[in-house]
């Protein structure tokens, strides 16, 4: 059997080269649901999902990461976070609508890519780069290069028609000395890989087809999962540092006050008794 939302790492027994596979199928559907994103947007949060998912895998710590783009064009930015338990979500926003929706019709040549590294316990890091060739695949290609001079190849798919995404990872391992032919040898295979073979085989089909004459060690496949994390308490702890007067105010003109989550859309709605109730329990009273 194999699933459907998995990340999957593995290593080459004869060479110093490491990898990973990932492929969603209904966290993907999730984070794109009822958005009514762009098709160019849906595909783009795809291959960021991929990306998050990949790079989380290579954590070392408890914590999370987050991997955002800062556009330049009609895409404001496009976001993913994801933790060490490959729960992900993501959001993205635009300021215009897209005419050209290739990669970089949405994000503008001046883009950023910026990745968070948060410990739970520990300094954040950041690392930026600036959009490079045409693809989020090939900017992160330059992440690593820079950030960690480590040859390294990604490649991603999505397609938000049929709600599925998916990427693959090589990289040279840290202190190795120049893996570059081996590198190069397994890097020329995984080309031929195709949107559908990863997609529809299981990760032990797709590294036999590229790699039955390699010695690989496959790691047990992790699941992944569409999880937001916002709730009903945090919204409260949010608007608790908002004057009463202002909640009130909203209530009056509104008849009630409509919190909406940026990533998963749920609704939280607070009437009169519910701000004053907030008020009551929680928060000291404001002074006048
Ligand atoms: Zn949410």
Known sequence: MHGND?????????????GELVR???????????????LGVQ????????VTS?????????GHINVQIQGDGPLNYATVNGNHDQALRGVARLVDTPKDESFLGLVGEGAYLVITLSPEHGEEYQ?????EGDSL???????????????????????????????????????????????????????????????QLSTEE????????????????????????????????ALRSVPMDELREIIAE??????TCDYCLTDYVYTAFDVDALNAHEAPSQPQ
């Not at 209904?26 to 009822?34: M, V």
């Not at 595909?43 to 991929?50: C, N």
């Open 206 to 237: 797709v590294l036999h087809r590229l790699y039955h004459e390699e010695d690989v060690e496959l790691y047990p496949e992790q699941a992944i999962r569409f999880f937001c994390g916002c709730s009903r308490e945090r919204t409260a702890t």
């Open 127 to 131: 690392g930026v780069v600036g959009i």
């Open 254 to 259: 509104e008849g009630e006050l409509r919190l």
């Open 6 to 18: 998995i990340i999957a790492r593995f290593a080459f027994r004869n060479h110093d080269v490491r």
């Open 54 to 62: 990949l790079l989380t895998a290579t954590l070392k710590f408890e």
């Open 137 to 199: 695949a090939s900017t992160i290609e330059a992440y690593f290069l820079q950030s960690e001079q480590l040859p390294t190849r990604v490649w991603l798919f999505a397609d938000p028609g049929s709600g599925q995404a998916a990427g693959f990872f090589l990289q040279v391992l840290p202190a190795s000395d120049q893996e570059t032919e081996g590198f190069d040898h397994l890097s020329t295979l995984a080309e031929t890989l195709t949107a559908e073979e990863m997609y």
């Open 24 to 38: 969603l199928q209904e966290s993907y559907r999730a984070l794109i649901a009822n958005h009514d994103y762009p």
């Open 43 to 50: 595909k783009l949060l795809g291959e960021l999902m991929a």
